[in-house]
Structures are given as structure tokens and as C-alpha cells.
């Protein structure tokens, strides 16, 4: 994620009228044992295991197998995504060591009414370490350091039980169950929602 540099990125504009400006943290967000970071070229391996499981291509945008082209193409792309307004797509990387070992994004919903959506993955050789936990309550301790952040929302289909279960020791809460409601790999999935609002 190369973006145009602090102070800049997505705008929307509030109730007010006044326009809202999200600024790419200058501390790292962190949380146990990781730390949430801009991508860089040295997280290659990361991109290139995770597109190992097939389920990520399908709810993100890189494509399933991908080689090094896909890989750097995939990097490239997180860094426009604050300028573009859609949000901050961060690497998770070890706090210890600075190696990545997933992805997490605090996406932009509805800025007027301070809904944000959070996502997460972890690169299956980094899975089962509890990994995860940390990058989700990384990302929603940041997400209460922007004054207009109201409530963050996790979108997760009812099958992943180890995505529910993160979302849970992390506070969030089940509010629903939301009927065909994404549309992945080419069919209507149901979504469970899951919700953390500001303390």
C-alpha cells in the first residue's frame, strides 16, 4: 500500500457538511505479538502463500495461485487504497521480527454515520498461533483513535468458525444473520454480522 503520504486519503463528506480526512497512522497499531504496517516488497513470500488457500481469491482481489507478477501487482494495489478512499489495507507482521504473516483492512462503509468494516487474513503457514486475534484487536483499538469511527463491522459466513470465534474473543458481537447477502465465487452467500461499536 504506497499512498500519497501521510495527512492525505479518503474523504468523504460528514453530515455537516465538513469532509473527513483518514490519515495513515504514524505509530503502527499493534496488538500481542503483531504490529500492522504499510506492505512493502519483502512481504512477497506472505502474498504468495496466501494465495495458496483458495478461499482468499475469492474475497479479495488476488487471484488464485498467483506468481510473482500477481504477488507484486496484489502489493501494489494495497497502497493506493486510503488515497482512493476505500480504506486502510495493512500488513500484519510479527511486532517481534517484522515479518509478514497476514493481511487486515479497516474499510470505509459510511463515513457520515461512522461505519467501518474490518477484515483479516492469515497466511496458512502462520495459522493456528492465535495470530489473527492480535491483527483483529490491532485494527479495532485504530479504528478508535479516528474520531469518526463509530462502529466496525465483520461480515463472515456462518461455516468459518475459526473467523467467528476470533471475531468474538475480540469483543464483537452477533447480530444477525444476513440471507444472500455477498456475492463470492459466483454464488449468493449468506453473511453472519458481527459488530464492535465504540466503547
Known amino acids: 500500500m504506497k499512498r500519497s503520504g501521510p495527512g492525505e486519503g479518503g474523504a468523504?463528506?460528514?453530515?455537516?457538511?465538513?469532509v473527513t480526512v483518514l490519515s495513515w497512522p504514524a505509530v503502527p497499531p499493534a496488538a500481542g505479538r503483531v504490529r500492522l504496517r504499510e506492505f512493502g516488497v519483502d512481504d512477497l513470500p506472505m502474498v504468495l502463500d496466501l494465495a495458496t488457500d483458495p478461499y482468499v481469491p475469492v474475497i479479495s482481489t488476488l487471484p488464485a495461485?498467483?506468481?510473482?507478477?500477481?504477488?507484486?501487482?496484489y502489493l501494489e494495489r494495497q497502497h493506493g487504497r486510503l488515497a482512493e478512499g476505500r480504506g486502510f489495507s495493512f500488513c500484519v507482521a510479527?511486532?517481534?521480527?517484522?515479518?509478514?504473516?497476514?493481511?487486515?483492512?479497516?474499510?470505509?462503509?459510511?463515513?457520515?454515520?461512522?461505519?467501518?468494516?474490518?477484515?483479516?487474513?492469515?497466511?496458512?503457514?502462520?495459522?493456528g498461533r492465535g495470530l489473527a486475534t492480535d491483527a483483529l484487536r490491532a485494527l479495532t483499538t485504530f479504528a478508535w483513535t479516528l474520531e469518526v469511527a463509530h462502529r466496525v463491522e465483520l461480515y463472515v459466513e456462518p461455516w468459518n468458525t475459526a473467523s467467528l470465534a476470533v471475531a468474538e474473543r475480540v469483543g464483537?458481537?452477533?447480530?444477525?444473520l444476513l440471507r444472500g447477502h455477498h456475492r463470492l465465487g459466483g454464488r449468493w452467500c449468506d453473511m453472519l454480522l458481527l459488530a464492535s461499536v465504540r466503547p
Open 172 to 176: 464483537y458481537e452477533r447480530e444477525g
Open 12 to 18: 468523504d463528506p460528514a453530515d455537516d457538511g465538513r
Open 65 to 73: 495461485g498467483a506468481d510473482d507478477a500477481d504477488a507484486r501487482a
Open 94 to 127: 510479527l511486532d517481534a521480527t517484522d515479518e509478514a504473516v497476514g493481511t487486515a483492512g479497516l474499510w470505509v462503509d459510511d463515513l457520515a454515520h461512522g461505519r467501518f468494516r474490518a477484515g483479516y487474513t492469515v497466511a496458512p503457514s502462520w495459522r
